[in-house]
């Protein structure tokens, strides 16, 4: 039977880069999933990195993702036809570092949408048929560090008016469109209502099936106007930052009989942040679970407010920006530490949610900052 297979964030880390160098991809995936892999028509994964020899590196904070040219050899050895190339990584190793990631794929035989060399040569899809179906892909990412202009690189970002004039026009090419979405809320397994309003709206101009990738966790599926959405898909083979809720993740296969697409999911597992296993058991209760709450308004909008909560320290820490002095003091004096993170006066957080909220103030920050760091060295 015809198939496709789809997977998540793949990239290698310093503890393993030396297998993809290597190619050595039973080391690194196993039988079952290169078994997967080997029988499909059409295999496709989120290149969540760079691959560059040089030394450029992006301005940003946050860990970076880069990988020498020679971590392609996994990715030919697995058999991936495409990569998305439409994150938040891929810029890490600046201009330089994402035109060595594009010229790597090219001398590997791997295509790619989702980035260019500037910001009018971005490829955002293509159309391949599979089994007498003619598939069209559409990669698409949030902003993040990863803006093009017109003299850098960088990925084709999400602006709702062209997105869904995009899809509108590629489902006239294509019998099934699939739309792999590089956005949403890291850690948080439910989508956010701004999420699952883009989806539908992409939905309505004429996606079959839609992937959200970079949560880093498996979330929740929907069925939405006869098209397929996954909160979530959970990374392929990624260094996880939480365990127990970024060690897994979703293959997605889309099997092909008499022009009909079945959709099926199988779930990996990492392995101490080095390698990834087929799961023997597939147990899908705490997916269904979610996905049967999904359409809970009340329900997902609590949990997103318990979430965000928990999150609101690392945001505070970032607004005050403690010396290295105060992080030692928190070390010693972890409750007198936290009093003075939270203490602001009601006007300081009005005026932060106020910068935070309203577009023409994000983005008049945004450019002075920007402006501002390219004159500190």
């Not at 910001?119 to 069209?136: A, C, D, P, T, Y």
């Not at 450019?367 to 500190?376: A, H, Q, S």
Request: glycine share 8%.
């Amino acid at each position: 039977m015809p198939s496709i297979i789809i997977a998540g964030d793949l990239f290698p880390t310093d503890a393993n880069v030396q297998f993809f160098a290597q190619g050595d991809v039973n080391t690194l995936f196993g039988n079952e999933i290169c078994a997967l892999f080997s029988k499909a028509d059409l295999t496709l994964c989120n290149l969540e990195g760079a691959f560059t020899n040089h030394s450029e590196r992006c301005i940003k904070t946050g860990p970076f993702k880069v990988a020498p040219t020679s971590a392609v050899e996994a990715y030919k050895r697995l058999g991936i036809n495409y990569c998305f190339l439409a994150n938040n990584h891929v810029t890490d190793g600046g201009h330089q570092g994402l035109l060595d990631t594009m010229e790597t794929l090219d001398g590997a035989g791997i295509g790619y949408i989702g980035a260019g060399k500037n910001e009018n040569s971005i490829l955002r899809s293509f159309v391949q048929e599979v089994g007498g179906v003619k598939f069209g892909f559409y990669n698409v990412s949030e902003t993040m560090y990863n803006r093009p202009t017109a003299n850098s690189a960088g990925v084709w970002l999400y602006d709702e008016y062209i997105v869904c004039h995009d899809l509108e026009q590629l489902k006239q090419e294509c019998d099934y469109l699939v739309v792999i979405y590089h956005g949403g809320i890291e850690k948080f397994p439910y989508p956010s209502p701004e999420i699952r309003k883009r989806f539908h709206r992409m939905a309505d101009n004429g996606a079959n099936l839609i992937l959200s990738q970079h949560t880093h966790c498996i979330g929740c599926e929907e069925y939405y106007n006869g098209c397929y959405l996954l909160y979530g898909q959970g990374d392929f083979l990624l260094k996880n930052f939480a365990p127990g809720l970024t060690d897994s993740g979703l293959i997605i296969e889309l099997n092909i009989e008499g022009g009909i697409v079945e959709i099926k999911k199988h779930l990996v597992e990492s392995v101490d942040n080095l390698f990834v296993r087929y799961d023997e058991v597939q147990d899908f209760t705490d997916f269904i679970e979610r996905s049967n709450r999904v359409y809970e308004d009340e329900y997902v909008s609590q949990q997103l407010h318990l979430f965000c909560d928990k999150e609101l320290q690392a945001y505070l820490i970032a607004f005050k920006s403690p010396s290295k002095w105060m992080l030692r003091f928190n070390r010693f004096f972890p409750g007198l530490f936290m009093n003075w993170l939270y203490h602001y006066k009601k006007r300081d957080l009005m005026f932060a949610l106020h910068t935070l909220r309203s577009e023409q103030n994000r983005e008049t920050a945004i450019v002075g900052i920007e402006d501002l760091l390219k004159r500190i060295k």
